[in-house]
């Protein structure tokens, strides 16, 4: 590493106040490589910028091991610089090779923490990695197949929305019909789920496999699990036999495996686990390795040599999805009525229930036409609103159960049914027929599990049989 100074320089790289004074006081600059004496010991590693929305009190180190941590100024005895070398966070876009006899896939680019690099101006992350530096990124793709590229968006996965979907659908619909072997989709992590079960219901009936894929924690961080999980799906695309919309991201939390999820039947479940997507009321589809693949169910999609596909890429924006609560007022539903909204889902207590100061706006929606659905709250299980009066009172006022339908699915199928037809019969026909097993006859015994820490057999499991 150089210690030839740079030039002098007007940039404080977002630092201000008694942490400007201190880099100054020690002739330290930012990107030297420094040895940070403090009260609490030594710290080696590189002096990072500053966010500019951050306080003043703090130096900022990128340690050996890869982490950020931030110094109190207060705490500094020295700063010695050991050397410079102005870092450039991004990595050069690299023209894919081709090999003859390999599968041809598709990535398609939204955004999300996958295709990231870290703003050290706002210290946030923020879509900045094109499809093709991927690549640069993670050069094992070329083992498994010929890759092409193309960015459709640059957003977080929260600005994902039916302009987005009806775009992304209609790319794979033209992607598959001119032979594309397998689909790879980029995407944040936050609202995979819902785009997942979008592209069901748009693009019926794949002859190949359609994988969305992101990460939990960005590529310059060392516990990314960007590259794994981008490695899975390009080999889920390019080699397996399931045809079908799913999401491929870690199974448990270390390397071991990534898992295959139905694009209708997987949730994120944490905020932060690499392991936070999880198949709900049934089994994954398959697990995935370097090795290849371990099918744990049979009855999926298999992949087909024509190039047939229904595209239906039709969405209505004007559809809520509500959590019901105790002590929700009437008014909640009344003002999506008076804004002119086409279909709510509830998310209902237990069975699928409201409280009764609710059924006027109930009635009222109804009256105007608007679709209505129930979900249950609890994620697992179905909606049984036979069961107890309020559910029949319920039913008798139009709203209509779905199932074990997880309701961000329901809210994906209502907009999607919504947006072919405002025949309410007709929408209740396509809510009520399942298209991709967004509904099932039956929970299996092991679709339900949640671990509850503490319990003796757990901790047994956990500590001794998969840490």
Not at 31 to 59: C, M
Not at 105 to 119: C, E, P, Q, V
Not at 317 to 330: F, Q
Request: proline share 6%; aromatic share 8%.
């Amino acid at each position: 590493m150089s210690t030839t100074s740079p030039p002098a320089s007007e940039n404080t790289y977002g630092y201000k106040g008694d942490a400007l004074a201190a880099l100054k006081r020690f002739g330290a600059r930012v990107w030297g490589q420094a040895r940070v004496s403090t009260t609490r010991g030594a710290f080696e590693g590189i002096i990072l910028p500053r966010s500019e929305n951050d306080d003043d009190k703090h130096i900022v180190l990128k340690l050996i091991t890869g982490y950020n941590v931030g110094i109190a100024t207060h705490t500094i005895n020295a700063i010695e610089e050991t050397g410079y070398k102005e870092a450039h966070y991004q990595i050069p876009e690299r023209e894919f090779p081709y090999s003859e006899g390999k599968p041809n896939i598709k990535l398609f680019g939204t955004g999300g923490t996958i295709a990231s690099r870290l703003d050290y101006r706002t210290g946030a992350v923020i879509p900045a990695f094109s499809p093709g530096e991927l690549y640069g990124a993670v050069p094992e793709l070329a083992d498994i197949c010929n890759l092409s590229t193309e960015k459709l968006f640059a957003v977080f996965s929260e600005n994902m929305g039916p302009q987005q979907y009806t775009k992304l659908a209609v790319a794979i619909g033209e992607e598959i019909k001119n032979g594309i072997d397998g689909i790879v989709v980029g995407h944040g992590t936050d609202t995979m789920h819902h785009t997942a079960s979008a592209l069901a219901f748009m693009v019926q009936r794949p002859p190949v496999p359609i994988v969305l894929v992101g990460s939990q924690r960005s590529s310059d961080r060392p516990s990314s699990d960007a590259a794994l999980n981008l490695i899975h799906a390009t080999k889920t695309a390019a080699e397996s036999d399931i045809a079908e919309v799913m999401v491929s991201m870690f199974g448990p939390t270390s390397d071991e495996y990534g898992l295959l999820h139905t694009g209708t039947r997987v949730r994120k479940m944490h905020s932060s686990y690499r392991s936070t997507f999880r198949t709900i009321g049934d089994v994954p589809l398959a697990m995935v390795d370097n090795d290849g693949f371990k099918p744990l169910k049979t009855d999926y999609n298999r992949r087909r040599k024509d190039r047939d596909v229904i595209v239906k890429p039709y969405f209505e924006e004007r559809v809520a999805l509500i959590y019901y609560y105790p002590n929700m007022h009437p008014d909640i539903i009344d003002s999506l009525i008076d804004n002119g909204y086409r279909g709510i889902v509830i998310a209902g207590t237990g069975l699928g229930h409201v409280n009764k100061p609710v059924y006027p706006a109930v009635r009222r929606a109804r009256d105007a036409g608007v679709a209505i659905y129930m979900t249950v709250q609890t994620l697992w299980g179905y909606v049984h609103m036979s069961v107890y009066d309020t559910g029949r009172d319920l039913m008798a006022m139009g709203i209509v159960p779905l199932a074990n339908m997880l309701p961000e699915v329901a809210y994906v199928k209502l907009g999607w049914a919504l947006g072919q037809t405002g025949d309410l019969e007709k929408v209740k026909e396509l809510m009520l027929t399942p298209i991709c097993r967004e509904t099932t006859d039956r929970e299996p015994y092991n679709g339900y599990l949640v671990f509850q820490g503490g319990i003796p057999e757990v901790e047994t499991f956990l500590h001794k049989i998969h840490k």
